[in-house]
Structure formats: structure tokens, C-alpha cells
């Protein structure tokens, strides 16, 4: 059951409208430390930071901002040449991030890091740096960081005037995030037991992220794809009980699709908002929508009996012994 006291994960999720307006605000004081129009960049992280980088790589490239690739920073591949490296670390402490920071410092390649904490080892490693120290969270899972890390790469695009067509701004984003912390869950979704996340374009990095949120906070069985590629066999896992949860515009026939094979869909975009065998949901942008997914990650863990604020076999940071940038 639930606790009577807020586990600190809900309460930190449940601050980040406040913070995705108060990184909007901050741009001009990190603006400069961004990637420029033009330049070709590398977005790394792990784990959450990837999935994020892979969201905003989508954007800025499809923005027409410039070329833009994401990996997870141990998967950076050697040899290849970037304007601009812009790493992506809460805890600034994560050993493959300071691994490839001090292997692009040797070969002269600019680097920016983004991190919540100003006294970690990120600070001397990046070239530049954005400290978003009032996203910061005490939870080992990201959530609140890694949202207001997005928000304010997608403030800097709407800024140049390069967010793609029907991406929407930071303030219409907020505000539904706001509905995202409050709305009731659906029980058909709180109660299934498997979950298919699905993206396209820069939303696949929120399906991918949801996904991680709810095997690391609760230890659900999920999975995640592009949109299209959800019925080239991962519809075979969907059926009664089981939920596909679909972040942005819902390709034509895919509700009738998890229809046919008697899954819960879920779908929230700014064209299509409705479930299957539920209730119907408003209009919310794809970040927002992410809340949702980490509300849902905490009911099911606490109805579970897990804590939330503990999850089972993770730390804040992955620091590996022996090794230093």
C-alpha cells in the first residue's frame, strides 16, 4: 500500500513544471555554453542522460539546427570528428562521462557538460559547463533533472527559431505538465501487467526513458520501439491486461491494431488523446506525458511494496573503481 507520507521521488516529480519554467528562464546565463547553430555536436550520457540526448539530438537535427548524434558515452565512437561534445551528467561523478571529457580535451574537441551538481569532477573536465543545481534531486532515480535538462535544450532551439513544426513551447509544455502531476491515473494502467512504450522522432527517447523508470522503480516488465516498428513483432507481447503506451502522434491503425489483439492503449498526443477500454485523457505534450509514466512508476511500486526512493540494485551515480578521466 502506499505510504501516508509522499515518497521523495513523487514530491520531486511533482516539481517540474516549476522547474522546466525556471530553466527557460535561466537561457541567457547559459546560452553561450550551448551548441551553436551550424556546429556538428555528439550528445552523450548514460542510462537517463542517453535517453534524453537522444530526444534532444532529434530535435536539433530535425529543427535544422545541425547534425546531431547521441550515444551512451561508452559507445562514443573513436575517431569520429564533432564540433561540439555536449555531455549530459546529474551527478557529474559518472566514470565513462569523464572518460570521454578528458579523451576530447586531448584531441582538442569542445566540450560542454550539463550536471545539477557544481562541486564534482564534471566542473574541471568540460571546457563549458550549465549548472541546473535547482533540478537536483535527492532520489537515485532521475526524473526532475533529467525533464528540465530537455526543457531547457528545447527553450534554446525555440529560441534560434528551430523547434520542428508542432513541437511545442517550453510555457504550453509546463502548463501540461501541470495537468500531468495531478490527473488520476487510469486503474486499467495501473493495474496491467506488462507495458510497450512506443515514440517517433525525438519522442522515442521518452519511450525509452519511461521504459527504464518503471524497471527501476518498480521492476516492471517493459518494453520500448519506434512507433513503426511496433508491429514488426513486439505486438506479439500485447493482449488483455498488457498496455501500449504511445508518446506523440499515433500512427494510423495502430489503435486498432492493440484493439484487434486486446491490449490498453494509451495515447496523450497533440492530434489523438484516448484509451482503450478507459477513460479518455486530454491533450498532452510527449514531455508532459513523461510525468505520467513516472507517476505511474511509483503507484506500481509502492503497490508493490517497494520504496521508490530506494530502488533495488541501482546508486545515484556508477563510478567504477580504479578509474578516473
Not at 555528439?42 to 540526448?53: D, H, I, K
Not at 525525438?202 to 511496433?230: F, H, Q, S
Not at 511494496?305 to 540494485?313: F, M, V
Amino acid at each position: 500500500m502506499p505510504s501516508a507520507t509522499p515518497s521523495r521521488t513523487s514530491v520531486e516529480i511533482a516539481t517540474q513544471p516549476a522547474c522546466w519554467r525556471q530553466a527557460a528562464r535561466s537561457l541567457p546565463a547559459h546560452a553561450a555554453a550551448l551548441p551553436r547553430r551550424g556546429e556538428r555536436v555528439a550528445v552523450v550520457g548514460c542510462g537517463t542522460s542517453w535517453f534524453m540526448a537522444q530526444s534532444y539530438a532529434e530535435l536539433r537535427e530535425s529543427g535544422g539546427h545541425g547534425e546531431t548524434d547521441a550515444f551512451a558515452a561508452s559507445e562514443f565512437p573513436a575517431g569520429r570528428r564533432y564540433d561540439r561534445i555536449l555531455a549530459i551528467t546529474r551527478s557529474g561523478t559518472t566514470t565513462e562521462v569523464l572518460d570521454l571529457l578528458g579523451r576530447a580535451r586531448a584531441a582538442g574537441v569542445p566540450t560542454t557538460a550539463i550536471t545539477a551538481d557544481p562541486a564534482t569532477p564534471v566542473m574541471t573536465a568540460a571546457d563549458a559547463l550549465v549548472v541546473l543545481d535547482f533540478a537536483d534531486e535527492e532520489s537515485v532515480v532521475q526524473t526532475r533533472f533529467a525533464t528540465t535538462v530537455l526543457a531547457l535544450l528545447r527553450a534554446h532551439l525555440e529560441a534560434e527559431g528551430a523547434l520542428p513544426p508542432g513541437v511545442r513551447s517550453v510555457a504550453e509544455a509546463a502548463q501540461d505538465a501541470e495537468r500531468a502531476v495531478s490527473e488520476e491515473l487510469a486503474a486499467e494502467v495501473c493495474g496491467a501487467e506488462q507495458f510497450t512504450f512506443l515514440g517517433s522522432g525525438w519522442t522515442y527517447g521518452l519511450a525509452l526513458e519511461a521504459g527504464l523508470k518503471m524497471r527501476e522503480a518498480a521492476g516492471a516488465w517493459t518494453e520500448a520501439y519506434p512507433a513503426m516498428e511496433y508491429r514488426h513483432g513486439p505486438i506479439s507481447i500485447t493482449g488483455p491486461g498488457r498496455v501500449t503506451w504511445m508518446f506523440g502522434s499515433l500512427p494510423q491503425g495502430l489503435e486498432d491494431d492493440v484493439a484487434r489483439v486486446g491490449g490498453t492503449l494509451v495515447a496523450h498526443s497533440q492530434t489523438q488523446t484516448q484509451t482503450q477500454h478507459g477513460a479518455r485523457a486530454g491533450d498532452l505534450d510527449p514531455l508532459a506525458d513523461l510525468v505520467r509514466a513516472q507517476r505511474l512508476a511509483v503507484t506500481i511500486a509502492e503497490a508493490r511494496g517497494y520504496d521508490p526512493d530506494r530502488p533495488r540494485n541501482l546508486t545515484r551515480s556508477v563510478v567504477l573503481e580504479g578509474r578516473h578521466a
